[in-house]
C-alpha cells in the first residue's frame, strides 16, 4: 500500500519473503554467480523483509526495515540520495558458522554507520562480540574516511586475549604516493586464539611504526621498524627481540633494500623493480625449467639486476627460543644476485659449524646457478658411528636434460662410501630418471648398484629393478608408490645383512637389530594419509638385537597408522641353547620410542649390555620367563621375572665377573637379588641379597648385603701403564 506523485513512490509498509536458495537459482540465469555466493544466498535460508521503501526521482531511495533469516536478523535504515550512501544497520546474533561453516567461526553482534559517495565518505563498524575457535571477541571498531584518493583508518580491539589499535593512512594520488602506519600490539595471546598451542599463557607485544612514499606504487622509499618486540610469559621469560628495521630506497639511481634484525642482516643493492620481480625471477626459472614454468610477459623498461648479501647470526634469540633442531655456531652467510638482463640468478650460502644434538656439522656449502645453463651443489662434513663424512650433493641442468650425483665417504677404519649417479629428464607431469651404475661400500664391503628407471609423474613414482648387488646377497625395489591402495612397491631382501641398514641408519643402540634377512616388504598408498607395510614372512638368520644372537628368527610386521609406529612379531629359535623366544612390539620411529615384551626360553641375554654397559664391561648367559622393555631410542626400563641360567656379568671397575643361575625379579628402576649365590672365576662363592637401583639403566646405585663370603674376587684388575690406577686382587671372607 503506498501513494505516488509524478516523482516518485512510497511503500509504507512491506512484507517480502524469499528463499535463499531461490534468489541464487534466479540470479544465476542472469549472471552466473561465483560458487562461494551461491552457497551463502542458500546459507540465508529463509528471507523475509518488514518495513517501508520509497523513491523521489533517479537515484534517490530510501528504505528502512528488518531483515531475517535463518542465520540472523539484521535492521537496516539505509538512503542513496544526490548519489550518496547513508544509514545505519545493526545486525544480532548472526550465525556466521552457518553462513560460512568450516571456518571455525561462531556469533557476531555489529553496529555499521557509513556516509559515503563516489569522491569522499566514512564509515565506522563496532563489533560487540564475534565467535572465532571457540573465543567470542568483544569490543572491535573500526572507523575508514577517504577523500579523493587518501584514506584513513583508526582500528582498535579490547578483549580479554586481544588489544591492539592501529592507525593507517594511505594516499593513492598518481605520482605522489604515500602510505604510513601506527600500531601497538599491547597484548595477544596466541595460544587463546586458538593457535600456536604450546606457547599457552605467552603474550605478544610490539610497536609498528612506518611510512613510505614515491612516485609510482611499486617504488616505495622509506622505513618500516618493529619495536619493544616481547613474547614473553606471565613471569616475564621467553623472547625478547631487538627492533626490526626494513629499509627502502627506489627513489635513487641505484636502489637499495636493508633488513635488521638479531636473526639476519640482509642488504639488497642494484635496480629493484618490485612490479616485474616476480614475472623476471619465474622467466629465469624458465629458462632452466620450461616443463614447469612459462615466460611471463614484462611490459617495463627497467629489469631487476641486482646483488643480496645477507649475514644470519648464530645467537638470535629466535632460534634458542623456539629450540630450533639445529643451531648455528658461526654466522652464516648468503649471498645471491638476479639478473634479469641476462636471464641468470646465483646463489652461494655458506654455514661454518652447525650443531645438531651433540654433532657438530661443518664446512657447509650449498650454491646453485640458475638460467639457460643451471646447477646446483652442496657439501657439508658430517660426524658418523664411522668417523667423520664428507657428504656431496651436485646437479647439472642443461637443454632439458639433467645430470644428479650424490657421494659419501667417511674418515675411519672401516669404509663407507661410494656415488650414486643418475641422469633425469624433467616432464611437465614429473621427471623421468635413469641411475646409472655404481659402488658402494659398506664396512668395507663392496656393493654393486645395477642400472634401474624411476618415473615421477604427478604424486606417483614407478621404480623399476632399482637394486644393490654383492655375492650371496642382494636388495632389489620395483613397483608404484602412490596414493592408491591398488598401487604397491615391492622390497625383496636376499640375504641382507640387517646390521648394515641399522648401523647405516646411525640409530640408538637400543633400535639396533642384527641379521641375515630374506624376505618380501609390500607397500601400498604410500604416498596417500594412512600407507600399508608390511612383511608376512621374513626370515633372518642369527637374528640379534643389541649385537646379542638370539637364534633364527621368523618376523611378520606391519606399519599402524593409528600408532604411527611398526609393529613387530617374531618367533626366535636358538639351536646352541635349545631355546625359543616370542618378540612383539612396537617401534615408534616419529617420537623415537620403543615397547617390547619377550617370552624367553633359554634365550641369550647378552642383549642387555647395551643398557648397563656404563657400569657392565660384559653380559652373557641365558634366561627364561617373560619381561616388558620400554622407553625411547636413548633410555629403555625393564620389568619382569626370570630365571638366570648361567648368568654372567662383568663389572668394570673392578674387572671381576660374577656367575650365577637363580630367579631375578626386576621392576621399573630395580632389580632385586634374593638368596642369591653368586661364583667367581675360581669357583669361590657368596650370598647376595639387596638390590640395583638404577635410572632407565643410568647412575645406578647397588644396595646389597653379602654374607657367607667364601675368599670369592672383590678386585681384579690388571696394570694398563696407568700410573693413577689402582690395580690389583682383592678377595674377601665373611
Known amino acids: 500500500r503506498g501513494g505516488a506523485a509524478k516523482t516518485g513512490a512510497a511503500v509504507p509498509m512491506l512484507d517480502l519473503g524469499l528463499n535463499g536458495e531461490d534468489l541464487a537459482q534466479t540470479i544465476d540465469l542472469f549472471k552466473p554467480l561465483e560458487s562461494d555466493v551461491r552457497t551463502l544466498l542458500a546459507n540465508l535460508g529463509n528471507i523475509t523483509f518488514a518495513g517501508g521503501a520509497s523513491w523521489r526521482k533517479p537515484l534517490d531511495v530510501g528504505m528502512k526495515g ?53 569522491s569522499d565518505g566514512r564509515a565506522a563498524l563496532t563489533l560487540d562480540r564475534i565467535g572465532w575457535r571457540g573465543h567470542d571477541y568483544r569490543n572491535i571498531d573500526a572507523n575508514v574516511e577517504f577523500a579523493d584518493r587518501c584514506y584513513t583508518a583508526l582500528l582498535a580491539v579490547d578483549d580479554s586475549i586481544a588489544r591492539a589499535n592501529a592507525n593507517v593512512s594511505v594516499d593513492l594520488t ?21 593457535i600456536m598451542r604450546k606457547y599457552d599463557g605467552y603474550t605478544l607485544a610490539a610497536r609498528v611504526k612506518g611510512e613510505f612514499d614515491g612516485d609510482e606504487l611499486w617504488r616505495p622509499t622509506g622505513e618500516l621498524t618493529v619495536s619493544d618486540l616481547r613474547f614473553t610469559d606471565a613471569d616475564g621469560a621467553g623472547l625478547i627481540e631487538a627492533p626490526i628495521v626494513l629499509q627502502s630506497d627506489m627513489a635513487s639511481e641505484i636502489q637499495s633494500l636493508k633488513l635488521s634484525s638479531d636473526l639476519i642482516d640482509a642488504a639488497a643493492r642494484g635496480q629493484i623493480n618490485f612490479r616485474t620481480l616476480v614475472p623476471a625471477v619465474t622467466n629465469i626459472l624458465a629458462e632452466a625449467l620450461p616443463q614447469y614454468f612459462s615466460p611471463q610477459p614484462l611490459d617495463s623498461v627497467q629489469t631487476n639486476d641486482f646483488n643480496l648479501n645477507a649475514t644470519i647470526h648464530d645467537d638470535a634469540p629466535l632460534l634458542s627460543f623456539i629450540k630450533a633442531p639445529a643451531r648455528l655456531l658461526y654466522p652464516a652467510t648468503l649471498t645471491a644476485s638476479v639478473s634479469q638482463s641476462n636471464s641468470a640468478a646465483q646463489m652461494f650460502l655458506s654455514a661454518p659449524y652447525i650443531q645438531k644434538g651433540n654433532s657438530l656439522i661443518s664446512h657447509t656449502m650449498v650454491s646453485a646457478n640458475v638460467g639457460r645453463q643451471s646447477s646446483v651443489s652442496a657439501t657439508a662434513l658430517m660426524p658418523s658411528k664411522f668417523g667423520d663424512m664428507d657428504v656431496n650433493l651436485g ?21 663407507y662410501g661410494g656415488k650414486i649417479e643418475t641422469a633425469f629428464k624433467p616432464l611437465r607431469e614429473g621427471a623421468d630418471i635413469s641411475v646409472l651404475p655404481g659402488e658402494l661400500t659398506l664396512d668395507n664391503v663392496k656393493w654393486t648398484i645395477e642400472p634401474a628407471f624411476i618415473g615421477l609423474r604427478n604424486a606417483m613414482a614407478i621404480v623399476n629393478g632399482l637394486s644393490i648387488v654383492r655375492p650371496g646377497q642382494e636388495l632389489t625395489i620395483s613397483g608404484v608408490a602412490s596414493k592408491y591402495p591398488e598401487d604397491r612397491l615391492v622390497v625383496r631382501l636376499d640375504n641382507i645383512n640387517l646390521d648394515y641398514i641399522f648401523q647405516t641408519l646411525q640409530l640408538a643402540e637400543t633400535v639396533q637389530f642384527g641379521g641375515d634377512a630374506t624376505g618380501t616388504v609390500t607397500a601400498s598408498a604410500l604416498l596417500g594419509s594412512e600407507p600399508f607395510l608390511q612383511t608376512e614372512d621374513l626370515f633372518a638368520k642369527n637374528f640379534s638385537y643389541g649385537h646379542c644372537v638370539m637364534g633364527d628368527a621368523r618376523v611378520r610386521s606391519r606399519w599402524n597408522n593409528e600408532t604411527r609406529g611398526i609393529e613387530i612379531h617374531a618367533d626366535v629359535t636358538n639351536r646352541r641353547t635349545q631355546g625359543s623366544t616370542t618378540v612383539d612390539g612396537e617401534i615408534y620411529p616419529l617420537s623415537s620410542e620403543l615397547d617390547f615384551r619377550f617370552k624367553a626360553n633359554h634365550t641369550p641375554v647378552g642383549f642387555l649390555h647395551t643398557f648397563m654397559s656404563t657400569w657392565a664391561s660384559r653380559v652373557d648367559g641365558t634366561a627364561s620367563g617373560s619381561c616388558h622393555l620400554y622407553g625411547n631410542f636413548k633410555l629403555v626400563d625393564l620389568t619382569g621375572d626370570f630365571k638366570a641360567e648361567d648368568f654372567a656379568l662383568t663389572v668394570g671397575f673392578t674387572d671381576v665377573t660374577y656367575y650365577a643361575t637363580d630367579s631375578v625379579h626386576i621392576r621399573p628402576g630395580v632389580i632385586d637379588l634374593k638368596d ?14 639387596g638390590q640395583l637401583t638404577h635410572e632407565k639403566f643410568q647412575n645406578a646405585r647397588f644396595h646389597f648385603r653379602v654374607s657367607d663370603l667364601d675368599r670369592i674376587l672383590v678386585l681384579d684388575t690388571k696394570p694398563t701403564g696407568d700410573e693413577d690406577r689402582w690395580y690389583g686382587t682383592v678377595r674377601a671372607n665373611g
Open 66 to 118: 528488518i531483515l531475517t533469516t535463518d542465520a540472523g536478523i539484521v535492521d537496516i535504515d539505509a538512503s542513496i540520495a544526490s548519489k550518496r550512501l547513508r544509514g545505519v544497520l545493526d545486525a544480532s546474533a548472526i550465525d556466521l558458522k552457518k553462513l560460512l561453516p568450516g571456518r571455525e567461526l561462531g556469533f557476531a553482534d555489529l553496529a555499521a554507520t557509513f556516509d559515503v559517495s563516489q
Open 676 to 689: 642369591i649365590t653368586l661364583r667367581d672365576a675360581t669357583g669361590r662363592t657368596a650370598k647376595i641379597n
Open 174 to 194: 598518481p605520482g605522489a604516493y604515500s602510505a604510513a602506519i601506527d600500531a601497538a600490539i599491547d597484548a595477544l595471546e596466541p595460544a587463546g586464539m586458538g
Open 395 to 415: 646437479a647439472t641442468l642443461s637443454d632439458g636434460r639433467g645430470t644428479a650425483a650424490f657421494s659419501f665417504d667417511n674418515h675411519g677404519e672401516k669404509r
